[in-house]
């Protein structure tokens, strides 16, 4: 029996929810085991002058955890960066690898780095572009290298190859 995991890395809680939930939803009741990795706790996404970075945090990890207990993730991981400041950058880069040698999966779901404006109703957060653009240059070349991050050898996670990857919030669907 092949072994089915699908991991969902993005931006921020809710981005799997309103982009791609339906498909983690069947793909986990036809027995995929699915982790979802949000880079930021989303700590900047509100209007509200009396709401403060670390309560919304807190308020949107929490309602993470219960659309993934819904959905039937097994695992929520949020890697803490700051929300609306995200950059793809090497650092970013080895915390998503170090996530993806920890968990192994044999699917990555990500977000678009391409997509940047629709028509006159949508501009894409830039967190959800460097969200893209990271998670798809850690799954090639670096998860599968055993020369970048060696100190990740140090920690016991061994390269390991994706051979599936989708890509969601685009313009240009297949």
């Known amino acids: 029996i092949e072994r089915k995991v699908a991991m969902v890395i993005m931006a921020h809680p809710d981005d799997a929810e309103f982009s791609c939930s339906g498909t983690i939803a069947k793909w986990a009741r036809a027995g995929a085991e699915i982790h979802y990795c949000s880079i930021t706790s989303g700590d900047k996404g509100s209007e509200d002058p009396e709401m403060t970075g670390p309560k919304l945090a ?3 990890e929490a309602e993470q955890r219960r659309a993934a207990e819904i959905l039937g993730v097994k695992s929520v991981t949020f890697l803490g960066y700051q929300d609306a400041m995200l950059v793809p950058d090497l650092g970013l880069r080895r915390s998503l690898v170090r996530v993806m040698r ?3 999966p044999t699917t990555l779901v990500c977000q678009d780095p391409t997509m940047r404006y629709i028509g006159r109703e949508y501009i894409n957060h830039p967190d959800h572009i460097a ?3 990271a998670a798809l240059a850690a799954v090639f070349p670096s998860v599968r290298d ?3 991050f ?3 050898l140090d920690e016991g996670l061994e390269p390991h190859k994706i051979p599936n990857v989708y890509i969601f919030g685009t313009t240009v669907p297949d």
């Open 150 to 152: 060696p100190e990740l």
């Open 146 to 148: 055993r020369m970048t």
């Open 102 to 104: 920890t968990i192994r």
């Open 58 to 60: 807190t308020m949107r």
């Open 131 to 133: 969200a893209g653009e």
